[in-house]
């Protein structure tokens, strides 16, 4: 196989667990009546970490903060990865 194409599936595979943990993370911020910009990404994730170090958030909640940041260092790594990857190829 291809290893570009290599690459391309596994920053599929991180983008598609980054997207659903980001959904969840999101549904907690509303459960919580946490207000934050819906167009702004960055927003979201600033108010979820305030929730999760200084708010009343559970064992749970904390850790899926974790899972996103790992989720988002995986899609970046795979990014530049498949970048790499094409570069040398050609």
Do not use: C, N
């Amino acid at each position: 196989m291809d290893q570009p194409l290599v690459w391309i599936f596994i920053f599929s595979a991180a983008a598609v667990t980054a997207q659903l943990l980001w959904s969840r993370m999101l549904k907690t911020l509303r459960a919580h009546d946490i207000s934050y910009d819906r167009w702004g990404r960055l927003g979201g994730l600033i108010e979820y970490h305030r929730f999760a170090r200084e708010g009343s958030a559970d064992d749970g909640d904390k850790r899926l903060l974790r899972w996103v940041y790992v989720a988002l260092a995986a899609t970046w790594a795979a990014f530049i990865g498949l970048l790499v990857s094409v570069v040398t190829a050609s």
